[in-house]
């Protein structure tokens, strides 16, 4: 029986790849989290949806003035889908108990 392996994809504009990554990865940190979620629930829009995310500039860097779509828009499509694969992944890794406590954001309809 055959197992499954992601497949090893090289990203062609690495720096503007680790950045945006850093910026999602600092969102989900345990710390700042609940308060990413908080303000996606003003922006009332489902958690898993990237683009509207990306667009409402819930993941850009206002310490540095990088937004966070200018970077996404650089990267090659190739790249563009690794981010959002790791954004989900990203998503669906928050706690039980704050998924629960903003259930509206993780519906599906």
């Known amino acids: 029986m055959a ?3 992601q497949a090893v994809l090289k990203v062609e504009r690495q720096k503007e790849f680790a950045e945006l990554k850093s910026a999602i990865g600092r969102a989900f940190a345990a710390d700042q989290v609940e308060s ?32 966070a779509q200018s970077l996404y828009e650089s990267l090659a499509v190739s790249d563009q889908a690794q981010i959002r694969e790791f ?17 509206r954001l993780y519906q599906y309809y």
């Open 3 to 5: 197992s499954f392996e």
């Open 36 to 67: 990413v979620l908080k303000r996606i629930a003003r922006e009332k829009v489902p958690v898993r949806d990237w683009d509207a995310l990306l667009a409402g500039g819930v993941f850009d860097q206002e310490e540095s003035g990088v937004r």
């Open 87 to 103: 954004y989900l992944f990203q998503v669906e890794e928050v706690s039980p108990k704050l998924r629960e406590r903003f259930h």
